[in-house]
C-alpha cells in the first residue's frame, strides 16, 4: 500500500527535512516486506492567496485516486501507536492501494474537504506547526511498521 503525504508548504532545508527525510528511509526500508510504502510527499502551495478553500482544492488534486484519505486535525481521534499501526494494516489487508495524509497549512483544513476524508487524526489537543506534524506522522509511520515488523523500536 502505497502511503501519499498531501501537505500544504513547501519544506525547505533544516532540523524537520533532516527528522522527515530519516524517518522516511526508515519506513520506506522496514514498510517494504510489510507491503507498505513508499512514502510519496506531495507539496502544495496557494500562491495567489486563496486561503484554506484554495489549498483544499490543491490538496484534492494530490490525492491519489481511490485513496483512504486521513486528516491531520486537531479535531480528529487521538490513537495510540499500535492503533494507528492496525488501522495502516487493517487498510492494506482490505486491498486499499492507497492512503493519503493530508495536512493543512497554517489555518488548517477547510471544512468542505474535512467532510469528505475517510478518517480524521489528531496528535492531542494542542495544535502544532504543521511542519512540526510532519516530521510526527512520519515518525509514527515508521513507528507503525516497527510495530507491524515486531522490531523492538517501540517499547510498551
Given at each position: 500500500m502505497r502511503v501519499t503525504l498531501?501537505?500544504?508548504g513547501r519544506l525547505r532545508a533544516g532540523p524537520e527535512r533532516e527528522l522527515i527525510d530519516d524517518y522516511v528511509t526508515r519506513f520506506d526500508r522496514t514498510g517494504r516486506a510489510l507491503g507498505l510504502g513508499p512514502i510519496d510527499v506531495r507539496e502544495v502551495e496557494d500562491r495567489k492567496g486563496g486561503g484554506m478553500a484554495a489549498e483544499a482544492v490543491l490538496?484534492?488534486?494530490a490525492i491519489p485516486s481511490g485513496a483512504v484519505v486521513?486528516?491531520?486535525d486537531e479535531r480528529g481521534k487521538v490513537k495510540t501507536s499500535p492503533e494507528f499501526a492496525n488501522?495502516?494494516?487493517r487498510w492494506r489487508d482490505d486491498g486499499r492501494q492507497d492512503v493519503a495524509?493530508?495536512?493543512g497549512g497554517a489555518d488548517g483544513i477547510d471544512p468542505s474537504l474535512r467532510a469528505k476524508v475517510d478518517a480524521k487524526l489528531s496528535f492531542g489537543k494542542m495544535v502544532w506547526p504543521h511542519m512540526m506534524v510532519r516530521v510526527m506522522l512520519t515518525e509514527q509511520l515508521y513507528r507503525a511498521a516497527s510495530i507491524l515488523a515486531g522490531s523492538p523500536y517501540?517499547?510498551?
Open positions: 498531501c501537505v500544504v490538496l484534492e488534486k486521513v486528516a491531520l488501522d495502516l494494516a495524509f493530508i495536512i517501540h517499547r510498551v
